[in-house]
């Protein structure tokens, strides 16, 4: 069994070409099922985000399970293969499983260390999980992904700092003063990263938002995306008066505020802080407005300066949690690589009990005045034999099958101890279980319309 992961990115395709590869809510279901009977495929899992589409699958074998993947994909979206190969990414087994690790804690999202990915990454395990398309090596993998994640954002600070201007802004402002309950936001402009900080203000409990603009149609457009005001310039006096938090971005060619027009305003304000934000380039607020009382100014260049600084934390955190998923592969592959001892050790216990079983129906028939308490000691006792001479073989199996020779030694064991009837006749079974498991859930899906008219 291999692990092998398919997909593409923000990274790796543009957003006209990922809009494509998109699956609805409601179609996820469908596909996984799908997915779940392609050819080679034993389990999957279906991850798709507005940043990434990615399908992980455990596959008998790596180039089968290539092939019918992307041909899954070309068939699904109805896309020519050749159309989106240069976009794919493609990722076998260890490498699959750093990149999953590495996506769960927000090392491979946009924004690094974002926590939203997480919970993505959950909700699509325990969908798959819930269609019955997951199995012992996803249950693990998956479930492995998340706490590991889980334990990356709380042992570390890699969330913590603010990676884009409007959130250092949010930073900034939150020191000053602390909550923005009733805090009243004064835009100056209709400018995105404007709209977009003032947006982030009001998530974080900002009550009031004024817009002021040369166009009084802008800014009534703007002010009723967050049911706030809207003013001229000519009214940016009054403005200022009432507002908290100035967010300016403007096209003007010169100061919008200056410290003359400001100064006289800060008496009728009554030492209330205000927290100024210059987005614009040439500045809007004029720089000597920071000489004045209870006034806080930044511009796009300190809130970069901040941003640069704390995406290097950031990147000292994400090089703890790059230690922490070296562990996790470590973990993991060290059971993965012994799966296929189970079967194996499966197949000699049955054998082995098996003649116990015989050799104590033989007993029973040479002794048959032996008591039910004495057949017990007897039937316990050699079962013990049978563990004990049963123990270091099974041990030294589990260790040789780990090495890079591990699929010879399962083979020669297989021969040596005569167990590949037995392993055919379990695989058949196993295989005849999940067929019909396959296609009861295809009935359910099938009659399930009919059910609900």
């Known amino acids: 069994m291999d692990i092998l992961l398919i997909g593409l990115n923000y990274k790796t395709a543009p957003v006209e070409v990922r809009e494509k590869f998109t699956f609805s809510d409601n179609s996820t279901e469908r596909a996984l099922h799908l997915l779940s009977q392609t050819k080679s495929v034993v389990e999957s899992v279906i991850l798709g985000t507005c940043n990434r589409t990615e399908i992980y699958v455990v596959c008998d074998q790596l180039h089968t399970g290539r092939f019918y993947v992307r041909n899954f994909l070309a068939d699904w979206f109805g896309v020519d293969k050749d159309t989106f190969q240069e976009h794919l990414y493609m990722k076998e087994n260890v ?48 479930k492995q992904a998340v706490t590991l ?21 949010i930073e900034l402002a939150k020191k000053i003063f602390g909550s923005f309950d009733g805090k009243h936001v004064l835009i100056i402009g209709a400018g995105k990263m404007s709209e977009l900080t003032a947006k982030h203000l009001r998530a974080n409990g900002s009550s009031r938002v004024t817009v002021a603009n040369r166009t009084i149609e802008r800014a009534q457009l703007l002010a009723e995306k967050f049911q706030g005001d809207s003013c001229t310039m000519e009214q940016l006096p009054e403005a200022l008066l009432a507002a908290d ?51 806080y100014l930044y511009d796009i260049d300190d809130l970069e300066g901040i941003v640069a600084s704390n995406l290097a934390e950031r990147t000292k955190e994400a090089e703890r949690i790059t230690e922490m998923i070296d562990s996790e592969i470590v973990a993991f592959t060290s059971w993965f690589q012994t799966l296929g001892v189970v079967p194996l050790i499966a197949a000699l216990r049955e054998k082995a009990f098996a003649i116990h079983g015989d050799a104590m129906k033989k007993i029973e028939n040479k002794l048959p005045n032996l008591s039910e308490r004495e057949l017990h000691i007897i039937r316990k006792h050699t079962r013990g034999i049978i563990n004990q001479l049963l123990h270091d073989p099974v041990v030294r199996l589990k260790e040789l099958a780990a090495e890079k020779s591990g699929d010879e030694v399962l083979d020669v064991f297989s021969t040596i101890f005569a167990l590949e009837e ?13 067929g019909k498991q396959q296609h009861q859930i295809v009935r359910e899906q099938v009659l399930a319309p009919r059910t609900g008219e």
């Open 95 to 142: 490498d699959a499983i750093d990149h999953l690790f590495r996506v769960s804690c927000g090392l491979d999202s946009m924004v690094m260390g974002e926590t939203q990915i997480l919970g993505q990454v959950r909700d699509a395990f325990l969908l798959a999980q819930e269609q019955k398309v997951t199995g012992t090596v996803f249950n693990t993998l998956f």
């Open 149 to 169: 994640a889980k334990r990356a954002h709380t042992e570390t600070g890699i969330n913590e700092n603010a990676v884009s201007v409007s959130y250092a802004a």
């Open 245 to 295: 938090i100035v967010i300016s971005s403007t096209g003007a060619t010169g100061y919008v505020v200056t410290k003359e027009q400001l100064k006289p305003l800060l008496k009728q304000r009554k030492n209330r802080p205000l927290f100024m934000i210059d987005i614009a380039v040439p500045r809007d607020l004029d720089p000597q407005l920071h000489e004045l009382d209870n006034v």
């Open 422 to 434: 037995i392993l055919e006749r379990n695989a058949q079974e196993a295989a005849w279980d999940h």
